[in-house]
């Protein structure tokens, strides 16, 4: 495992990482979001990604039972959780990044986790109904009282990003250092196009989300929906015509044709193609099994197989 600076902040993190959307609650117990996260910490994966809104809260409880069970030291892994949904129907306890809602959600979370901080905390999406000057200075707050040591964003544009580090600088507060944005194969042009300015001028960091496209570049829908498979999931409905999207399958199929060429699972080669990137800081990987982790994993030795030859056939078979 090889470890990248979080953008411009002094945090290294490995440039794999493990998330719990999704599979913490209902694929995933106690016992088996042990086994997983065991497999990737023993790998060298030292930050673990989290958020409060994940299985509504649960997915932060199983993660806190599973680190007081193996009992890590602290000061070798990193935690994250992010804010913004909300668990809570109250008027401002979802979709808001206010002051109040900011301030008593890291508690609730902390007290899930069963922990004094977290490494990083998110606002999970931009808010227009609060002004970003009161946010910042709430995110602020938390890193200042201790129970968060850096903050950033997901899913912001690049101008709110700016607009965010610009109020920071000015009043000298902590500044956004990371943005966790969805990256891969068929969805790039945010982190390559829209951030690019961002990475020169203030030193953004990535934490990149879903490098599968949900299980869609592994290739296991080319042919059929597997039974118990992400697109199968009660709840998941929205995501399901995306997954199956005809267009993203055609090109499924073509990579499936080249990671094949290669003599490595399609996983593999979709991961290994987010790590070319140098501005992503660590592709957060999903697994709903162990054997999931072992093999995306594994995306570490493929990255020197990715050629410019390669990476231009990966182009051309992605292309629309
Ligand atoms: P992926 O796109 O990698 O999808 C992971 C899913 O794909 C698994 O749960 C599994 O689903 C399937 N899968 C994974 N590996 C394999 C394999 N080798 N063979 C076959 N199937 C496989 O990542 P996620 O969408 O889970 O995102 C990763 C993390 O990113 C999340 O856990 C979360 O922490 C973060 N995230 C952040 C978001 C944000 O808004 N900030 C949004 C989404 C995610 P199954 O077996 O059920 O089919």
């Not at 979709?95 to 301030?103: A, F, Q, S, V």
Request: proline residues 4%.
């Amino acid at each position: 495992m090889q470890y990248r600076r979080l953008g411009r902040a002094g945090l290294k993190v490995s440039e794999l990482s493990f998330g719990s959307w999704v599979t913490y609650g209902k694929q995933l117990n106690d016992d088996l979001a042990r086994e997983c996260m065991t497999a990737a910490y023993e790998a060298g994966v030292n930050f673990f990604d989290n958020a409060e809104v994940y299985a509504r809260g649960q997915s932060e409880t199983i993660m806190g039972s599973v680190l007081k069970k193996v009992g890590w030291r602290r000061s070798s892994y990193a935690v994250s959780t992010k804010f913004f949904w909300g668990i809570n129907k109250g008027v401002n306890e979802q979709n808001t990044l206010n002051r109040k809602y900011l301030m008593q959600a890291i508690d609730g979370s902390l007290a899930r986790l069963q922990l004094d901080f977290v490494d990083l905390i998110f606002c999970h999406r931009p808010d227009p109904e609060t002004p970003v000057e009161e946010t910042v200075w709430a995110m602020h707050d938390i890193v200042r009282s201790g129970k968060a040591l850096y903050w950033g964003t997901s899913e912001w544009s690049a101008d709110e990003i700016r607009t965010a580090w610009e109020i920071a600088d000015k009043h000298h507060l902590h500044k956004p250092v990371m943005e966790q944005p969805q990256y891969h194969l068929l969805h790039r042009n945010r982190v390559e196009q829209e951030y690019a300015p961002l990475y020169r001028d203030l030193g953004l960091g990535t934490t990149t989300w879903s490098p599968l496209a949900s299980g869609l570049l592994t290739g296991k829908y080319n042919d059929a929906v597997p039974e118990g498979s992400r697109a199968t999931l009660a709840g998941m409905e929205w995501l399901r015509s995306s997954i199956l999207d005809p267009r993203g399958i055609e090109k499924a199929r073509k990579l499936a044709k080249i990671a094949s060429d290669l003599g490595v699972p399609m996983a593999q080669l979709a991961i290994a193609w987010c790590l070319k990137n140098p501005h992503v800081s660590t592709v957060i990987l999903g697994a709903s099994r162990v054997s999931q982790v072992h093999e995306n994993l594994g995306a570490l030795a493929v990255v020197p197989k990715l050629t410019a030859d390669v990476m231009a056939a990966i182009d051309a078979a992605c292309a629309d």
